[in-house]
């Protein structure tokens, strides 16, 4: 049975002002909920579940998880979930503290501007799977925590360590890194020196990586196209490079 | 001034049956829209413009165009639009023509069952990008012509020849080409033998290549996994593997 004042709390966090204000987000869906249950279980605050998702998750429902959960109808889950089809079950969870950055000679994640939320989920799911740890944000990225961005990500947020900085100061405060900027005029990926090591940098959709940025960038990389389609979406744009940059040589 | 009669069959293309019964469907926004004007300006039977559009675009506007222009309001823009923000023109086009599968040593995609609009369209760009001329889809696909689909390929539908098969007579119908089936068990994407030509296949999003297909693959291809995330996106993984086969050897 859900509280009126639980439902109207949670469903505050579907804005960023409040997520900010509760250092909460929410998740949704039995495979995220399971991998949080697994990876991080003390960021769980309070799950939601339908008695199927119950009955199919006995082995994940510890004690001290159990304490934590309320069975809710399906009626009352839609009233809570962001999705149009809500998907069994819904759970509070903490922010994570991110840690600093550190350069540690690995190859990070930078982000200009990105908007769309799906976007920004499958850059953070592509980044897990390449290993990458760290990504840095611009301030005027859409919000980590956004519901959208959590459902793309398919768990990868709980593995990868983001933070939000402004990106030219940043940058001046690094100097001695090597800054790889994605734009359309760079050196082709095909032949670009490898291995890297130090950051690379996305633009926004549209418009790319803002010009105070490009100052800061060591070297331009650029996917070479044998067609005519103007653009590559950003999140394709990063599995790209990606993919490129970390393969043994 | 749009008539209720255009309001309701411009509505009717938004749905897969009436797009089949008219052989037509809709492109929105001026990107689109002028690029269609450049490459394939008789396919183009109707527009309905914002004076604004108009305005920007007189060097587009022949007389023939001129002729199946509709200048309307941006509430009449909003009652023909799929976009919860309509972006100043629209357009009624009729399908193209897909031309037979003809292998000629290239190389061409397959997808199976992709059914996220965004995901397909994306892909439809990538491979615009790579210079991929041919698409095979299976009929469970979905539809070419629905409107995120469109939104999604940018442009790219104009140039990409897309044709749909029951693909298991397909591959039966074409033994003796390579089918490279991307899949999480593969040889590694970054020691496949190069040059490949023959086709790409591409699976569902969630359930990858059906096992009917899997036979007919000559070999499979895996993009090699350095962390921890489950999946890539479909279209992130088309891009991914497409870079790499259509690279210089």
Same mark, same amino acid.
């Given at each position: 049975m859900l509280s009126k004042s639980r439902v109207k709390y949670i469903q505050s966090l579907y804005h960023k002002k409040f997520r900010d204000e509760a250092n909460s987000y929410v998740i949704e869906g039995p495979k995220v909920v399971a991998e949080f249950l697994r990876e991080?279980?003390?960021? /769980?605050q309070e799950i939601y579940g339908v008695k199927t998702w119950l009955n199919n998750n006995r082995h994940l429902l510890t004690e001290a998880v159990q304490d934590i959960t309320t069975i809710v109808e399906e009626h009352e889950l839609q009233k809570i979930s962001s999705l149009s089809a809500p998907n069994q079950v819904l759970a509070v969870v903490t922010k994570n503290i991110p840690e600093a950055f550190s350069p540690n000679g690995k190859l990070s994640l930078m982000l200009d501007n990105i908007q769309d939320p799906g976007n920004f989920g499958t850059i953070i799911r592509i980044a897990d799977w390449f290993g990458i740890k760290t990504i840095i944000c611009s301030? @005027?990225?859409? @919000?980590?925590?956004?519901p959208k961005v959590i459902q793309s990500t398919m768990g990868s947020i709980l593995r990868t360590n983001i933070t939000c900085h402004n990106l030219e100061q940043f940058c001046s405060a690094h100097t001695g890194i090597n800054i790889y900027g994605a734009t359309l005029s760079g050196q082709s990926l095909y032949t670009f020196p490898l291995p890297v090591t130090g950051i690379l940098l996305i633009g926004n +959709?549209?418009?790319? /990586?803002r010009r105070e940025l490009l100052s800061f960038c060591t070297s331009q990389v650029t996917i070479p196209r044998?067609?005519?389609? +103007?653009s590559l979406n950003a999140a394709v744009a990063t599995g790209i490079i990606l993919s490129h940059f970390v393969k043994p040589v």
């Open positions: 991080s279980p003390r960021n /769980i301030e @005027d990225c859409v @919000d980590m925590y956004n +959709e549209s418009k790319g /990586i044998f067609g005519n389609a +103007e």
